[in-house]
Protein backbone atom coordinates (compact mmCIF):
# COMPACT_ATOMS: atom_id res chain seq x y z
CA UNK A 1 0.00 0.00 0.00
CA UNK A 2 1.42 3.47 -1.13
CA UNK A 3 0.60 5.50 2.04
CA UNK A 4 1.94 8.77 0.46
CA UNK A 5 -0.51 8.41 -2.90
CA UNK A 6 -3.07 7.03 0.07
CA UNK A 7 -2.96 9.74 1.90
CA UNK A 8 -2.70 11.94 -1.24
CA UNK A 9 -6.13 11.00 -1.99
CA UNK A 10 -7.67 11.63 0.96
CA UNK A 11 -6.64 15.07 1.73
CA UNK A 12 -7.47 16.15 -1.97
CA UNK A 13 -10.78 14.22 -2.22
CA UNK A 14 -12.15 15.60 1.52
CA UNK A 15 -10.59 19.03 0.03
CA UNK A 16 -12.71 18.95 -3.38
CA UNK A 17 -16.09 17.13 -1.51
CA UNK A 18 -16.63 20.03 0.91
CA UNK A 19 -15.85 22.53 -2.31
CA UNK A 20 -18.27 20.52 -4.03
CA UNK A 21 -20.82 20.61 -1.28
CA UNK A 22 -20.62 24.11 -0.98
CA UNK A 23 -21.21 25.56 -4.61
CA UNK A 24 -23.78 22.47 -4.69
CA UNK A 25 -25.66 24.05 -2.34
CA UNK A 26 -25.30 27.64 -3.62
CA UNK A 27 -26.42 26.59 -7.24
CA UNK A 28 -29.74 24.91 -5.29
CA UNK A 29 -30.75 27.87 -3.21
CA UNK A 30 -30.18 29.62 -6.71
CA UNK A 31 -32.38 27.23 -8.57
CA UNK A 32 -35.36 27.34 -5.37
CA UNK A 33 -35.48 31.02 -5.43
CA UNK A 34 -35.36 31.76 -9.23
CA UNK A 35 -37.54 28.48 -10.31
CA UNK A 36 -38.78 27.39 -8.19
CA UNK A 37 -39.88 23.84 -6.17
CA UNK A 38 -41.09 22.24 -9.00
CA UNK A 39 -37.61 22.87 -11.25
CA UNK A 40 -36.19 21.36 -7.90
CA UNK A 41 -38.27 18.66 -7.94
CA UNK A 42 -37.52 17.63 -11.40
CA UNK A 43 -34.02 17.74 -10.74
CA UNK A 44 -34.12 15.36 -7.88
CA UNK A 45 -36.54 12.57 -10.05
CA UNK A 46 -34.16 12.70 -13.11
CA UNK A 47 -31.41 12.25 -10.81
CA UNK A 48 -33.49 9.53 -9.34
CA UNK A 49 -34.24 7.59 -12.62
CA UNK A 50 -31.43 8.05 -13.93
CA UNK A 51 -29.72 6.51 -10.58
CA UNK A 52 -32.21 3.39 -11.32
CA UNK A 53 -31.20 3.16 -14.74
CA UNK A 54 -27.45 2.63 -13.99
CA UNK A 55 -28.19 -0.90 -12.36
CA UNK A 56 -26.95 -1.95 -16.25
CA UNK A 57 -22.97 -0.95 -14.54
CA UNK A 58 -23.39 -2.17 -11.11
CA UNK A 59 -20.53 -4.04 -10.48
CA UNK A 60 -19.27 -4.28 -13.38
CA UNK A 61 -16.46 -1.48 -12.69
CA UNK A 62 -16.05 -1.93 -9.60
CA UNK A 63 -15.17 -5.68 -10.28
CA UNK A 64 -12.34 -4.67 -13.53
CA UNK A 65 -10.94 -2.35 -11.47
CA UNK A 66 -10.49 -4.43 -8.24
CA UNK A 67 -9.08 -7.03 -10.73
CA UNK A 68 -6.46 -4.57 -11.65
CA UNK A 69 -4.67 -4.11 -9.21
CA UNK A 70 -2.43 -7.24 -8.67
CA UNK A 71 -1.57 -7.40 -12.72
CA UNK A 72 -0.41 -3.19 -11.96
CA UNK A 73 1.98 -4.14 -8.89
CA UNK A 74 3.31 -7.35 -10.90
CA UNK A 75 3.65 -5.19 -14.25
CA UNK A 76 1.87 -7.58 -15.93
CA UNK A 77 0.98 -5.02 -18.79
CA UNK A 78 -1.26 -8.14 -20.99
CA UNK A 79 -3.44 -8.50 -18.74
CA UNK A 80 -3.79 -4.81 -17.93
CA UNK A 81 -4.51 -4.33 -21.07
CA UNK A 82 -6.32 -7.12 -21.73
CA UNK A 83 -8.94 -5.80 -18.75
CA UNK A 84 -8.68 -1.78 -19.98
CA UNK A 85 -10.13 -3.16 -23.58
CA UNK A 86 -12.79 -5.27 -21.82
CA UNK A 87 -14.10 -2.19 -19.59
CA UNK A 88 -14.25 -0.67 -22.89
CA UNK A 89 -16.28 -2.79 -24.45
CA UNK A 90 -18.47 -3.44 -21.51
CA UNK A 91 -19.48 -0.07 -21.03
CA UNK A 92 -20.26 0.57 -25.30
CA UNK A 93 -22.30 -1.91 -24.32
CA UNK A 94 -23.76 -0.05 -20.81
CA UNK A 95 -24.13 2.69 -22.90
CA UNK A 96 -26.54 1.61 -25.76
CA UNK A 97 -29.02 0.03 -23.24
CA UNK A 98 -29.13 3.15 -21.25
CA UNK A 99 -29.72 5.02 -24.36
CA UNK A 100 -32.39 2.74 -25.42
CA UNK A 101 -33.82 2.44 -21.97
CA UNK A 102 -33.94 5.59 -20.97
CA UNK A 103 -35.35 6.92 -24.13
CA UNK A 104 -38.26 3.98 -24.18
CA UNK A 105 -39.22 5.68 -20.79
CA UNK A 106 -39.63 8.77 -21.89
CA UNK A 107 -43.05 8.58 -22.50
CA UNK A 108 -43.74 7.57 -18.65
CA UNK A 109 -41.86 10.37 -16.96
CA UNK A 110 -45.10 12.47 -16.25
CA UNK A 111 -46.31 9.54 -14.44
CA UNK A 112 -43.62 9.87 -11.57
CA UNK A 113 -43.80 13.82 -11.10
CA UNK A 114 -47.09 14.36 -9.31
CA UNK A 115 -48.25 17.71 -9.07
CA UNK A 116 -46.51 18.76 -12.14
CA UNK A 117 -48.21 21.65 -13.70
CA UNK A 118 -46.11 21.53 -17.10
CA UNK A 119 -44.33 24.96 -16.76
CA UNK A 120 -41.34 22.85 -17.89
CA UNK A 121 -41.34 20.72 -20.52
CA UNK A 122 -41.02 17.51 -19.18
CA UNK A 123 -39.94 15.56 -21.79
CA UNK A 124 -37.23 18.28 -22.73
CA UNK A 125 -35.44 18.66 -19.48
CA UNK A 126 -35.53 14.80 -19.09
CA UNK A 127 -33.72 14.06 -22.67
CA UNK A 128 -30.74 16.90 -21.26
CA UNK A 129 -30.49 15.03 -18.66
CA UNK A 130 -30.20 12.33 -19.94
CA UNK A 131 -27.94 13.11 -22.37
CA UNK A 132 -25.25 14.84 -19.54
CA UNK A 133 -25.18 11.33 -17.66
CA UNK A 134 -24.53 9.27 -21.19
CA UNK A 135 -21.29 11.31 -21.49
CA UNK A 136 -20.02 9.94 -18.49
CA UNK A 137 -20.30 6.42 -19.88
CA UNK A 138 -17.97 7.62 -22.56
CA UNK A 139 -14.90 7.68 -20.71
CA UNK A 140 -15.55 5.75 -17.44
CA UNK A 141 -13.28 3.15 -19.05
CA UNK A 142 -10.52 5.72 -18.74
CA UNK A 143 -11.35 7.34 -15.19
CA UNK A 144 -11.50 3.59 -14.00
CA UNK A 145 -7.94 2.81 -15.44
CA UNK A 146 -6.54 6.05 -13.55
CA UNK A 147 -8.06 4.88 -10.35
CA UNK A 148 -6.98 1.24 -10.82
CA UNK A 149 -3.27 2.85 -10.46
CA UNK A 150 -4.03 4.14 -7.04
CA UNK A 151 -4.38 7.96 -8.34
CA UNK A 152 -8.00 8.51 -7.48
CA UNK A 153 -6.74 12.11 -6.32
CA UNK A 154 -6.57 12.63 -10.49
CA UNK A 155 -10.14 11.58 -11.30
CA UNK A 156 -11.04 13.74 -8.10
CA UNK A 157 -9.65 16.86 -8.85
CA UNK A 158 -11.05 16.33 -12.71
CA UNK A 159 -14.39 15.51 -11.03
CA UNK A 160 -14.81 17.93 -8.60
CA UNK A 161 -13.81 21.16 -10.93
CA UNK A 162 -16.33 19.94 -12.98
CA UNK A 163 -19.34 19.65 -10.63
CA UNK A 164 -17.88 23.36 -9.02
CA UNK A 165 -17.77 24.70 -12.74
CA UNK A 166 -21.21 23.30 -13.22
CA UNK A 167 -22.52 24.83 -10.05
CA UNK A 168 -20.76 28.13 -11.21
CA UNK A 169 -22.26 28.11 -14.87
CA UNK A 170 -25.72 27.23 -13.16
CA UNK A 171 -25.83 30.37 -11.12
CA UNK A 172 -24.80 32.50 -14.22
CA UNK A 173 -27.39 30.98 -16.52
CA UNK A 174 -30.18 30.99 -13.38
CA UNK A 175 -29.28 34.81 -13.04
CA UNK A 176 -29.54 36.01 -16.11
CA UNK A 177 -31.76 33.76 -18.11
CA UNK A 178 -33.72 32.25 -15.58
CA UNK A 179 -34.05 29.06 -17.58
CA UNK A 180 -34.54 25.17 -16.41
CA UNK A 181 -33.10 23.86 -19.95
CA UNK A 182 -29.90 26.03 -20.09
CA UNK A 183 -29.67 25.24 -16.00
CA UNK A 184 -29.76 21.24 -17.62
CA UNK A 185 -27.33 22.26 -20.59
CA UNK A 186 -24.49 22.97 -17.65
CA UNK A 187 -24.66 19.86 -16.80
CA UNK A 188 -23.55 18.52 -20.50
CA UNK A 189 -21.17 21.72 -20.92
CA UNK A 190 -20.06 19.84 -17.11
CA UNK A 191 -19.16 16.23 -18.28
CA UNK A 192 -17.66 17.44 -22.15
CA UNK A 193 -15.01 19.35 -20.18
CA UNK A 194 -14.31 16.26 -17.99
CA UNK A 195 -14.56 13.57 -20.70
CA UNK A 196 -12.23 15.53 -22.79
CA UNK A 197 -9.63 16.74 -19.83
CA UNK A 198 -9.74 12.69 -18.84
CA UNK A 199 -8.60 11.92 -22.33
CA UNK A 200 -5.88 14.42 -22.61
CA UNK A 201 -4.88 12.97 -18.94
CA UNK A 202 -4.90 9.44 -19.93
CA UNK A 203 -3.30 9.78 -23.19
CA UNK A 204 -0.13 11.12 -21.85
CA UNK A 205 0.13 9.47 -18.79
CA UNK A 206 -1.22 6.01 -18.68
CA UNK A 207 -2.09 5.26 -22.16
CA UNK A 208 1.86 4.58 -23.18
CA UNK A 209 2.09 0.92 -21.09
CA UNK A 210 -0.74 -0.37 -23.02
CA UNK A 211 -0.32 -2.94 -25.67
CA UNK A 212 -2.72 -4.49 -28.67
CA UNK A 213 -3.42 -7.07 -26.35
CA UNK A 214 -7.19 -7.88 -25.61
CA UNK A 215 -7.00 -11.30 -23.88
CA UNK A 216 -7.40 -12.66 -20.74
CA UNK A 217 -7.09 -16.03 -19.12
CA UNK A 218 -9.77 -18.19 -17.78
CA UNK A 219 -8.93 -17.29 -13.96
CA UNK A 220 -8.99 -13.85 -15.09
CA UNK A 221 -12.21 -14.11 -16.71
CA UNK A 222 -13.50 -16.40 -14.02
CA UNK A 223 -12.38 -13.79 -11.04
CA UNK A 224 -13.85 -10.21 -12.76
CA UNK A 225 -17.07 -13.05 -13.23
CA UNK A 226 -17.01 -13.80 -9.59
CA UNK A 227 -16.19 -10.56 -8.28
CA UNK A 228 -19.06 -8.70 -10.63
CA UNK A 229 -22.03 -10.81 -9.16
CA UNK A 230 -20.98 -10.68 -5.50
CA UNK A 231 -20.79 -6.50 -5.75
CA UNK A 232 -23.89 -6.63 -7.64
CA UNK A 233 -25.84 -8.43 -5.48
CA UNK A 234 -24.92 -5.80 -2.55
CA UNK A 235 -25.34 -2.53 -4.61
CA UNK A 236 -28.52 -3.64 -5.87
CA UNK A 237 -30.21 -3.67 -2.55
CA UNK A 238 -28.85 -0.35 -1.88
CA UNK A 239 -29.79 1.26 -5.19
CA UNK A 240 -33.68 -0.34 -4.86
CA UNK A 241 -33.86 2.21 -1.35
CA UNK A 242 -31.88 4.99 -2.35
CA UNK A 243 -33.08 5.95 -5.64
CA UNK A 244 -36.80 4.27 -5.10
CA UNK A 245 -37.77 6.31 -2.02
CA UNK A 246 -37.18 10.01 -4.11
CA UNK A 247 -38.79 7.87 -7.33
CA UNK A 248 -41.63 7.22 -4.63
CA UNK A 249 -42.42 10.17 -2.94
CA UNK A 250 -42.39 12.27 -6.61
CA UNK A 251 -44.42 9.72 -7.78
CA UNK A 252 -47.35 9.49 -4.65
CA UNK A 253 -46.64 12.85 -2.93
CA UNK A 254 -45.97 15.12 -5.24
CA UNK A 255 -43.11 17.16 -7.36
CA UNK A 256 -42.64 19.60 -4.50
CA UNK A 257 -42.23 17.67 -1.67
CA UNK A 258 -39.85 15.56 -3.52
CA UNK A 259 -37.73 19.24 -4.09
CA UNK A 260 -38.19 20.00 -0.12
CA UNK A 261 -36.88 16.58 0.63
CA UNK A 262 -33.72 16.42 -1.66
CA UNK A 263 -32.60 19.56 -0.17
CA UNK A 264 -32.22 17.89 2.89
CA UNK A 265 -30.31 15.04 1.39
CA UNK A 266 -28.10 17.41 -0.31
CA UNK A 267 -26.85 18.49 3.23
CA UNK A 268 -27.39 14.71 4.70
CA UNK A 269 -25.47 13.38 1.71
CA UNK A 270 -22.81 15.85 1.81
CA UNK A 271 -22.21 15.00 4.98
CA UNK A 272 -21.91 11.57 4.93
CA UNK A 273 -19.50 11.83 1.88
CA UNK A 274 -17.13 13.63 3.89
CA UNK A 275 -17.37 11.46 6.96
CA UNK A 276 -16.86 8.48 5.49
CA UNK A 277 -13.57 9.34 4.00
CA UNK A 278 -12.78 8.34 7.26
CA UNK A 279 -13.64 4.65 7.07
CA UNK A 280 -12.31 4.86 3.68
CA UNK A 281 -9.00 5.60 4.67
CA UNK A 282 -8.57 2.46 7.37
CA UNK A 283 -9.54 0.00 5.14
CA UNK A 284 -6.38 -0.96 3.31
CA UNK A 285 -4.96 -1.50 6.63
CA UNK A 286 -8.16 -2.89 8.04
CA UNK A 287 -7.17 -5.62 4.66
CA UNK A 288 -3.72 -5.73 5.75
CA UNK A 289 -4.43 -6.58 9.41
CA UNK A 290 -6.97 -9.47 8.31
CA UNK A 291 -4.11 -11.22 6.89
CA UNK A 292 -2.08 -10.93 9.40
CA UNK A 293 -3.89 -10.85 12.52
CA UNK A 294 -5.52 -13.34 14.64
CA UNK A 295 -9.39 -13.73 15.14
CA UNK A 296 -9.61 -12.23 18.33
CA UNK A 297 -7.26 -9.23 17.59
CA UNK A 298 -9.28 -8.94 14.71
CA UNK A 299 -12.44 -9.00 16.21
CA UNK A 300 -10.52 -5.87 18.89
CA UNK A 301 -10.02 -3.99 16.25
CA UNK A 302 -13.45 -4.12 14.79
CA UNK A 303 -15.11 -3.01 18.46
CA UNK A 304 -12.93 -0.24 18.39
CA UNK A 305 -13.41 0.79 14.98
CA UNK A 306 -17.24 0.49 15.62
CA UNK A 307 -17.67 2.56 19.07
CA UNK A 308 -15.53 5.07 16.89
CA UNK A 309 -18.05 5.19 14.38
CA UNK A 310 -20.83 5.58 17.12
CA UNK A 311 -18.76 8.39 18.39
CA UNK A 312 -18.52 9.83 14.96
CA UNK A 313 -22.61 8.95 13.92
CA UNK A 314 -23.56 10.46 17.18
CA UNK A 315 -21.96 13.74 17.40
CA UNK A 316 -23.10 14.61 13.67
CA UNK A 317 -26.09 13.18 13.57
CA UNK A 318 -27.61 14.60 16.58
CA UNK A 319 -25.72 17.91 15.14
CA UNK A 320 -28.03 17.62 12.39
CA UNK A 321 -31.23 16.97 13.88
CA UNK A 322 -30.66 20.10 16.09
CA UNK A 323 -29.67 22.27 13.56
CA UNK A 324 -31.11 21.14 9.91
CA UNK A 325 -34.76 23.29 9.59
CA UNK A 326 -32.46 26.64 10.75
CA UNK A 327 -30.11 25.41 8.47
CA UNK A 328 -31.96 24.62 5.36
CA UNK A 329 -33.91 28.53 6.28
CA UNK A 330 -30.92 30.09 5.84
CA UNK A 331 -29.31 28.65 2.46
CA UNK A 332 -32.66 28.19 0.80
CA UNK A 333 -35.48 29.85 2.72
CA UNK A 334 -37.94 29.08 5.64
CA UNK A 335 -41.07 27.88 2.98
CA UNK A 336 -39.33 24.93 2.26
CA UNK A 337 -38.55 23.89 5.55
CA UNK A 338 -40.20 19.57 6.11
CA UNK A 339 -42.46 18.91 8.86
CA UNK A 340 -40.16 17.82 12.22
CA UNK A 341 -41.42 14.38 11.98
CA UNK A 342 -40.09 13.84 8.34
CA UNK A 343 -36.57 15.25 9.61
CA UNK A 344 -36.65 13.05 12.45
CA UNK A 345 -37.64 9.70 10.34
CA UNK A 346 -34.45 11.30 8.09
CA UNK A 347 -32.27 11.44 10.92
CA UNK A 348 -32.82 8.12 12.23
CA UNK A 349 -33.02 6.97 9.04
CA UNK A 350 -29.36 7.89 7.96
CA UNK A 351 -27.60 7.27 11.69
CA UNK A 352 -29.07 3.36 11.04
CA UNK A 353 -27.03 3.36 7.36
CA UNK A 354 -23.95 5.33 8.85
CA UNK A 355 -24.11 2.81 11.66
CA UNK A 356 -23.06 0.13 9.02
CA UNK A 357 -19.99 1.87 8.46
CA UNK A 358 -17.21 0.08 9.80
CA UNK A 359 -18.95 -3.09 10.07
CA UNK A 360 -19.48 -2.88 6.01
CA UNK A 361 -15.59 -2.31 5.86
CA UNK A 362 -14.14 -5.42 7.73
CA UNK A 363 -16.59 -7.62 6.36
CA UNK A 364 -15.34 -6.63 2.74
CA UNK A 365 -11.52 -6.90 4.32
CA UNK A 366 -12.24 -10.24 5.92
CA UNK A 367 -13.80 -11.65 2.00
CA UNK A 368 -17.40 -12.37 4.34
CA UNK A 369 -19.70 -10.43 1.98
CA UNK A 370 -19.94 -13.28 -0.22
CA UNK A 371 -22.20 -15.20 2.29
CA UNK A 372 -25.11 -12.36 2.78
CA UNK A 373 -24.80 -11.67 -1.03
CA UNK A 374 -29.11 -12.24 -1.70
CA UNK A 375 -29.67 -9.96 1.63
CA UNK A 376 -29.34 -7.08 -0.58
CA UNK A 377 -31.94 -8.45 -2.80
CA UNK A 378 -34.29 -9.13 0.64
CA UNK A 379 -33.59 -5.55 1.79
CA UNK A 380 -34.35 -3.89 -1.35
CA UNK A 381 -37.61 -5.51 -2.28
CA UNK A 382 -39.20 -5.75 1.48
CA UNK A 383 -38.32 -1.56 1.49
CA UNK A 384 -40.10 -0.93 -1.80
CA UNK A 385 -42.61 -3.03 -0.70
CA UNK A 386 -43.07 -0.97 2.68
CA UNK A 387 -42.88 1.96 1.02
CA UNK A 388 -45.00 1.80 -1.43
CA UNK A 389 -47.78 0.87 0.99
CA UNK A 390 -46.92 3.48 3.68
CA UNK A 391 -46.46 6.41 1.56
CA UNK A 392 -50.55 6.11 0.43
CA UNK A 393 -51.33 6.40 4.69
CA UNK A 394 -47.78 8.66 5.87
CA UNK A 395 -46.49 10.05 2.89
CA UNK A 396 -43.03 11.06 2.99
CA UNK A 397 -42.79 9.59 6.93
CA UNK A 398 -44.16 6.57 5.65
CA UNK A 399 -41.21 5.81 2.49
CA UNK A 400 -38.79 6.54 5.35
CA UNK A 401 -40.20 4.21 8.39
CA UNK A 402 -39.99 1.32 5.26
CA UNK A 403 -36.60 1.75 5.07
CA UNK A 404 -35.95 1.79 8.74
CA UNK A 405 -37.82 -1.42 8.97
CA UNK A 406 -36.08 -3.32 6.27
CA UNK A 407 -33.06 -1.76 8.36
CA UNK A 408 -34.17 -3.74 11.65
CA UNK A 409 -35.75 -6.83 10.44
CA UNK A 410 -32.51 -7.43 7.76
CA UNK A 411 -29.63 -5.14 7.85
CA UNK A 412 -28.94 -4.95 11.19
CA UNK A 413 -29.74 -8.83 12.11
CA UNK A 414 -27.74 -10.21 9.24
CA UNK A 415 -25.01 -8.64 8.34
CA UNK A 416 -23.39 -8.74 11.74
CA UNK A 417 -24.22 -12.13 11.91
CA UNK A 418 -22.26 -13.09 8.67
CA UNK A 419 -19.72 -11.27 9.88
CA UNK A 420 -18.94 -12.94 13.29
CA UNK A 421 -19.63 -16.04 12.07
CA UNK A 422 -17.26 -15.89 8.90
CA UNK A 423 -15.00 -13.12 9.84
CA UNK A 424 -14.62 -13.31 13.51
CA UNK A 425 -16.10 -17.20 14.63
CA UNK A 426 -17.47 -15.88 17.18
CA UNK A 427 -21.57 -15.64 18.79
CA UNK A 428 -22.92 -12.34 18.11
CA UNK A 429 -25.53 -12.60 20.61
CA UNK A 430 -23.97 -9.88 22.29
CA UNK A 431 -22.91 -7.64 19.94
CA UNK A 432 -26.65 -7.32 18.74
CA UNK A 433 -27.77 -6.10 21.83
CA UNK A 434 -24.92 -3.51 22.23
CA UNK A 435 -26.01 -2.43 18.34
CA UNK A 436 -29.93 -2.12 18.87
CA UNK A 437 -29.34 -0.35 22.60
CA UNK A 438 -27.60 2.36 21.24
CA UNK A 439 -29.90 2.95 17.87
CA UNK A 440 -32.28 3.32 21.40
CA UNK A 441 -29.64 5.62 23.01
CA UNK A 442 -29.89 7.37 19.92
CA UNK A 443 -33.09 7.78 19.36
CA UNK A 444 -33.51 8.81 23.22
CA UNK A 445 -30.67 11.12 22.69
CA UNK A 446 -32.71 12.81 20.04
CA UNK A 447 -35.86 13.55 22.51
CA UNK A 448 -33.48 14.74 25.30
CA UNK A 449 -32.22 17.02 23.05
CA UNK A 450 -35.66 18.43 22.46
CA UNK A 451 -35.59 19.39 26.55
CA UNK A 452 -32.25 21.49 26.04
CA UNK A 453 -32.70 23.55 22.95
CA UNK A 454 -33.36 27.04 22.71
CA UNK A 455 -36.16 28.07 20.46
CA UNK A 456 -36.59 31.65 21.42
CA UNK A 457 -33.64 33.21 20.45
CA UNK A 458 -34.65 35.67 17.42
CA UNK A 459 -31.42 35.73 15.53
CA UNK A 460 -31.15 32.58 13.55
CA UNK A 461 -27.30 32.41 13.03
CA UNK A 462 -26.85 32.31 16.82
CA UNK A 463 -30.00 30.02 16.97
CA UNK A 464 -27.75 27.62 15.12
CA UNK A 465 -24.14 28.30 16.84
CA UNK A 466 -26.02 27.81 19.97
CA UNK A 467 -28.12 24.89 19.55
CA UNK A 468 -25.55 23.46 17.59
CA UNK A 469 -22.67 23.61 20.73
CA UNK A 470 -26.03 22.03 22.82
CA UNK A 471 -26.05 19.05 20.68
CA UNK A 472 -22.14 18.60 20.84
CA UNK A 473 -22.19 19.47 24.53
CA UNK A 474 -24.74 16.37 25.25
CA UNK A 475 -23.13 13.82 22.40
CA UNK A 476 -19.38 14.89 24.94
CA UNK A 477 -21.51 13.89 28.02
CA UNK A 478 -23.29 10.76 26.60
CA UNK A 479 -19.69 9.36 25.17
CA UNK A 480 -18.18 10.36 28.70
CA UNK A 481 -20.82 8.28 30.92
CA UNK A 482 -20.25 5.37 28.42
CA UNK A 483 -16.57 5.21 28.71
CA UNK A 484 -16.48 5.67 32.56
CA UNK A 485 -19.11 3.21 33.07
CA UNK A 486 -18.71 0.81 30.88
CA UNK A 487 -16.11 -1.72 31.52
CA UNK A 488 -16.03 -3.28 27.98
CA UNK A 489 -15.69 0.20 26.69
CA UNK A 490 -12.52 0.97 28.42
CA UNK A 491 -11.05 -2.68 27.86
CA UNK A 492 -11.40 -1.87 24.32
CA UNK A 493 -9.95 1.51 24.14
CA UNK A 494 -6.81 0.23 26.35
CA UNK A 495 -6.20 -2.85 24.19
CA UNK A 496 -6.19 -0.14 21.03
CA UNK A 497 -3.79 2.25 22.51
CA UNK A 498 -1.79 -0.77 23.67
CA UNK A 499 -1.16 -1.26 19.96
CA UNK A 500 0.20 2.00 19.51
CA UNK A 501 3.02 1.93 22.20
Not at 2 to 22: H, P
Not at 122 to 144: E, P
Not at 332 to 356: G, Q
Not at 376 to 401: M, Q
Request: proline share 1%; glycine share 6%.
Amino acid sequence: MNKKKAMTNIIVSTIFRVLVLISGLIARRYLINTLGEEATGLFSLFTSIIGFLSIAELGIGTAITFSMYKPIVNGDQDTISGLYYLYRKIYRIILIIIVVVGLSITPLIPYFADGNTGTYNIYLTYVLFLSSTLITYIYAHKTAFINAHMDNYVTSIIRSSGLILESILQVIVLIKFKSFNLFLTTLIISNLLQWITTSIIFKRKYSLGLTKNKELTKEVKKEVKNKTKAIFMHKIGGLLVTTTDSIIIGAFVSIIFLGRYSNYMLIMTGMISVLSLIFTSIASVIGQSYAKSTKDEFHQQYLFAYFLNFIIALVFFLGFWAIINDLIAIIFNSEVILDKSIVFFITVTYFMNFMRQAMIIFREASGTFYYDRYKPLAEGLLNLILSLILVRFLGISGVLIGTIITNLTICMPIEPYVLYKYGFEKSVKRYQIVNYGLLVLFILTLFLFNIFKIDTISNIFLRVITNGLISVAISVLIITILIIFNKNIKKIIANYFKKLK
